[in-house]
């Protein structure tokens, strides 16, 4: 592999994590004008139309697509990924309500625990002993920033939404992987209009309503970076760097966030906060350097 080729793909996967990272704070501060279900779907559907300006491009560029396309025997695990991927955001944003966007963040990498766990009892994967590593130091991570006050045991509600939210990406990222072997591009464009429209059509359902139009236009944005552009620039990554490499320069996402987070507030964590920042860089640095038994969210919907 050439030289020039591997730098491109460092810094593919790092401009996708990076991308990615703008989700927590952006999406708390937007909080503040957008009810979440909504939000939730309007940021789906940011990447279905970022997709679909993509997949437009090539198309008039005449690319050649060699991608293998979803068919009916993959139905199962398709509709199994849109209902996730509605339920997943909606709790991310329920918990971003009363939770900061820098414990957020970091919270996210608890999909790393939830994803393998998943594969191991329902997909019946192996777990090698470095991944079970990291998952331990993840785990304990977790529990730290899950208590508002450490010496109290006061439980965040937040966050326990936020790991809810991880546990049902869990579930669909083993659900995408049954199926990553069919058109990326296909498959981030089922996820965010049917996964978007869910969301919406919920979020209508239960009363939530547009107050303020201009939201709107910033959530469908930081939708088509956060998911849309990361996920593009994520397959092009893995494609020259491979799956291992790719998600280890990849797992610096929820690090970012946590620094654009403490940036854009101002506020200083208590202690404990980055003992479970130390924690979860550990169980991170494990995680990714294992040699992948499943695809990131980001593989799919941000990976895939």
Not at 272 to 285: D, E, H, N, P, R
């Amino acid at each position: 592999m050439k030289s020039r080729s591997v730098k491109t793909g460092i810094f593919l996967a790092i401009l996708a994590a990076a991308f990615y990272a703008i989700n927590s704070p952006f999406s708390k501060i937007l909080l503040d004008y957008m009810p979440s279900t909504l939000m939730a779907g309007f940021l789906y559907i940011g990447a279905g139309i970022g997709m679909g300006v993509i997949a437009l491009i090539r198309k008039l560029k005449k690319t050649e697509n060699v991608e293998m396309k979803l068919t009916k025997k993959e139905l199962p695990y398709t509709v199994a990924m849109v209902l996730l991927d509605i339920a997943a955001p909606i709790c991310l944003l329920f918990g971003l309500k009363s939770t900061s966007a820098a414990n957020a963040s970091l919270l996210n990498n608890f999909e790393i625990v939830a994803t393998a766990i998943i594969a191991l009892a329902v997909f019946k994967e192996k777990i090698s002993m470095r991944l079970w590593l990291g998952i331990l130091f993840v785990t304990l991570s977790c529990a730290l920033l899950s208590f508002e006050d450490i010496t109290s045991l006061q439980f965040s509600f937040g966050s326990l939404f936020i790991l809810i939210a991880c546990i049902c990406w869990g579930f669909e990222n083993n659900c995408t992987r049954k199926i990553s072997s069919k058109d990326p591009l296909q498959i981030v464009l089922l996820k965010g209009i049917f996964s978007g429209l869910g969301s919406i059509i919920i979020g209508l359902i239960i009363g939530e309503r547009i107050t303020v139009l201009w939201s709107v236009f910033a959530v469908l944005g930081v939708g088509f970076v956060a998911y849309g552009l990361s996920i593009f620039f994520y397959v092009y990554a893995q494609r020259i760097l491979g799956a291992a490499r790719t998600s280890a320069y990849y797992a610096i996402a929820p690090f970012i966030g946590t620094l654009l987070s403490l940036v854009i507030f101002r506020e200083i964590p208590h202690y404990t906060y980055f003992i479970a920042l130390g924690l979860m860089a550990i169980g991170a640095c494990l995680s990714s350097q294992d040699k992948p038994l499943f695809k990131k969210r980001n593989n799919n919907m941000r990976e895939s």
